[in-house]
Structures are given as C-alpha cells and as structure tokens.
C-alpha cells in the first residue's frame, strides 16, 4: 500500500538509526547483491512498508550501485497476478544499463499473499512458475516481506522456498512501532471496520506489531503488556474471519503470557477467547470449562463487563445443551450487567439471545419482541453481524415464503459484507437453499448449494463442504428421477396412441 513521503531531515534520522539497528543483515544483502549472478532468490524480511524504503535509498547510495542497476518493482496494488509475467512486462519497459548488473528488488506482494485462508493464486502459480522465472529471468532478485509473509512462501509455496539463498531479517526502530500505534488507534474513514478488507488490513498490522514487539520484549519469558494485547486482538480478529487455529494459537499465546504477569483479566480475556472458539468448533463441554474460569477471573478482577459477556457465552453453550431456563437465567443476569454499564452491544446480543430460546420455546410474540429490540440496538450501534443474525432470526420465523426468502438473502448480503465466511455457508445450506425449495425454484436452491460448497472448500468447514456436495447430490438425483417418471409417463401415453390408432385401423 503506499505510504506517504518522509520530510528528508526526518528520514536521513530514521536511515541512520535503522541501519545501525541492523547493521549485520545489511551487509549480508550487500553481499548477495555484489556476488549473485544470475536467477538467484534471497528473502528481506522486514515488518513495515517505510523501513523498505530506507534498505533502498541505502542499496542505491552504496558504493556498489555504481556497478549494479537496482530496479525496484512495487505491487501494492495488486491482489493477484502472475509474477512472471509482470517482471517480464517490466524488464521490457526498463532499458538495460550497459555495464551494470540487474538487481531486482520486489516490494508490495503482501496483499497477493495474504494473511489468512490457505494456497492464494499467488503462491500456487509462484509454484507453477518457478522453473520458467528461472529461465526467463536471469537476474538476482530479493523479495521484500513481512515475517508472516515468509511464513506463508515457504508453507505454501515451498518448491520456490527451496530456491531462496539468503534470507536477510531487519528489525524496525522503536519509533516506527510508536507511530504504528498511534496510527492503529485512528478509526478508518474509508471502510467499516467489520468488512473483510478492513479486517485483513488490521490482521497485517496486527502481526507486523506483534512481531516487532516480541522481538524487543521477549516473550514468553518476559511479556510485555503490549504483546498480550496485541495477541488478543488478533485471536478476536481471526474468529472474526473462522480462521480458528490462528485464533486459538493466539489466545493461547494470550493466555501464556498473562499468567507470567499475574495478570487476571488478560488471562480471563484470553480464556473467553478459547471458548469461543471451542464453541464455534461445537465442542461444548471445552467451551463451558473455559467460560467457567473465566468468569471466575472476571468476578476477581471486579471486570463486570467481562463478567456480562461470559455469563451470555455460557448461556449459549446451556442452550445448545437443552439446558435452556438455565440459559434463560444466565442471560438476564448478563442483561442486568449490561443495563448497569450501558453496554448497548451487549445488551443487543442477550436480547437477541432470550430471543433464540424463546422462539425454540414456542413463545412466538415475546421472540419477536425480543428480536425488535435487539435489531434496533444493533442497527443504533452499527453491528452489522448481530443486524445480520436477528435478520435471519426474522426470516426463518416468516409465514410468508417471499418474505422470507427476501430477509433471509438480506443476511446473506450481510455476512458478505462482513466476511463472515462461517455464517455464510450457514445461511445458505440451511435456510436460503430450503427456502428456494419451498418456492419450487429448484435452479436457485442448487446455486446457493453450490455456492456453499464453494466456500467451505479447503476451510476447516469441512462439515459444511461436505454436507453441501451431499444435498447437491440429492437435488439431482430428484431431478434425474422427475425426468425419467416424466419421460415413462411420456413414453406410455405415446404407446397408448399408438395402440389405439392401430385398434382402430384393426376395426375398420
């Protein structure tokens, strides 16, 4: 992404620092530039855009640049392309300078790679292509990226992983991180912050600040706040995206280092974090152990915030477990926390909650009511997850099949938005499908099937993927077994014409 010039006087101040910062892996890249010949891969791993910066204004400032030509080629813009293809592209368009040797220097390819989910189209045709990069691009080429960035080349990319001679780590200064901070905290003016691309975003600065600050605090042994924080903050992120593992290596992390501070309620935080995701995993009785000391620490720490959310998860997991006026009983408790600390989120969320048990219940006018009062909260205070998830609620209560079918597409219209890739397969395999269905529209029942399937693909929903691809095999097998009852019925009344005409012609 591009970033913003640095005044000079500040940036010869940053060049100095960061150099001396990282003194030994610049001249091991030095060394890679001055002695590589040929197609040859090193890696730059650096955190943040701007230090990127400073490793080429030093490169071509150095000595040697005298002899090398350094080309820097910036990707920011993409999402996915073709590596080869575009060096190719831009090799034509750059004359060659005679007597000095191409160095290239690749830069922005953090948004190609991503940082969630497993292969991109990146990495698969990195993969693809690596035999013909090295035929076709016969010069030394080094790869800026991010330490979450490598991680992901060489776990799924590893036939070009294989190819790297040098991988070059740089530090950023204590400065940067600062700035980073500060530029986090501003809320984003250009997108909300629960739709996909701004939650990817943060995921990157995310792991860009969490990284550094290991580096500078190491932990575990010695956590610092800041890396509790920050490990919190992207187990919460990841859950927001189903990225599970990520979210409970996190949490976990959390959890590690807040027991080394004696820390209650980053430790409680950490603890509610792997609930939930043993919930979101159906593993209910991990789940409740998790909520229970939870709570405990919450109650310790005197966090009635903390508390109100945790007695609404364990509610969830009662529920689940047909425990249900326990449920009931753990959600007004939670509602009263809420009320008293004017948390109108959570407040939304155990309205919705009294909701889902009252509509199981039977309880049709006081579910709605419920749910009314929830949707309004959520819609007051932009939550569009919960907007999203009351919305549901509403379209599977429907009579109406149309109406129904049309809230139901409006959730999943939502969950797009979001991101919410678990809630969309959801939405589709069990109420948009069926609801397609119940209005015979059999081709639109398949695509959102499909559609299902498609999204679940090389997840951790498997369960998802497969149960799709097995209503999909229904589906048509209906249809295989409509049309040859259509075709018998057709076939028997072609038959019986025949006969009659014959008879007649017999009698005449």
């Known amino acids: 992404m591009p970033h913003p010039p640095t005044p000079p006087s500040q940036s010869n101040e940053n060049s100095v620092e960061f150099l001396g910062l990282n003194l030994d892996a610049f001249r091991e890249l030095v060394t890679f530039a001055r002695v590589a010949e040929g197609f040859t891969l090193a890696i730059a791993e650096l955190n943040f855009e701007a230090d990127g910066d400073l490793i080429i204004q030093a490169l071509e400032t150095h000595k040697m640049a005298q002899s090398i030509q350094f080309m820097e080629m910036d990707f920011s813009e993409a999402a996915s392309f073709s590596l080869l293809n575009e ?14 040797k191409r160095v290239l220097l690749i830069r922005g390819l953090s948004t190609a790679i991503g940082v969630k989910g497993n292969y991109s189209q990146f990495l698969a045709d990195l993969n693809y292509s690596r035999d013909l990069l090295a035929a076709q691009v016969p010069h030394p080429i080094v790869l800026f990226l991010p330490d979450y960035g490598v991680t992901r080349l060489a776990h799924y990319a590893k036939d070009f992983w294989t190819w790297k001679s040098g991988l070059f780590r740089f530090r ?35 792991e860009q600040l969490l990284s550094e600050s290991i580096q500078t605090g190491n932990p575990p042994t010695h956590p610092q706040p800041l890396c509790i924080a920050l490990a919190l903050e992207l187990g919460d992120a990841y859950r927001s995206l189903s990225e599970l593992d990520q979210a409970r290596r996190h949490y976990h992390s959390a959890w590690e280092w807040a027991k080394t501070d004696a820390d209650l309620e980053h430790q409680a935080n950490a603890l509610f974090g792997l609930g939930q995701v043993h919930r979101l995993r159906d593993n209910h009785s991990k789940a409740s152990v998790r909520f229970d000391q939870a709570l405990h620490l919450y109650q310790a720490a005197g966090d009635r915030l903390g508390e109100a959310n945790t007695l609404i998860a364990k509610g969830d997991v009662l529920q689940f477990l047909d425990r249900r006026s326990e449920a009931l009983q753990h959600y007004d408790q939670a509602l009263e926390l809420y009320q008293a600390t004017g948390a109108r989120l959570g407040e939304a969320n155990t309205l919705k909650a009294k909701g889902d048990v009252l509509q199981f219940l039977d309880r049709r006018s006081e579910a709605l009511q419920h749910y009314d009062q929830a949707l309004e909260l959520y819609q007051a205070t932009g939550a569009r997850l919960g907007e999203a998830n009351v919305i549901q609620e509403l379209g599977k209560m429907q009579d109406n099949l149309e109406e129904s079918l049309r809230l139901l597409q409006q959730a999943q219209s939502l969950y797009e938005a979001i991101g919410d890739r678990y809630s969309q397969c959801r939405n589709l395999l069990k109420f948009v499908s069926p609801a397609h269905l119940r209005l015979g529209q059999q081709q ?15 997840t951790e929903f498997e369960f998802f993927y497969e149960a799709a691809l097995q209503e999909i095999r229904e589906l048509e097998s209906h249809k295989e077994t409509a049309s040859m009852l259509v075709s018998k019925f057709i076939t028997w009344i072609l038959l019986g014409v025949a006969i009659a005409l014959l008879f007649g012609w017999l009698i005449r």
């Open 444 to 458: 639109d029942a398949l695509k959102a099937l499909q559609c299902a399937a498609e999204l679940a693909r090389d």
């Open 172 to 206: 950023t200064t204590r400065q940067r991180i600062e700035t980073s901070q500060t530029q986090m905290g501003q809320a984003s003016r250009d997108l909300p912050t629960d739709s996909l691309p701004a939650k990817q975003a943060r995921i990157e600065q995310l």
């Open 87 to 100: 060096v190719n592209a831009r090799l034509a368009d750059t004359p060659m300078q005679p007597e000095r």
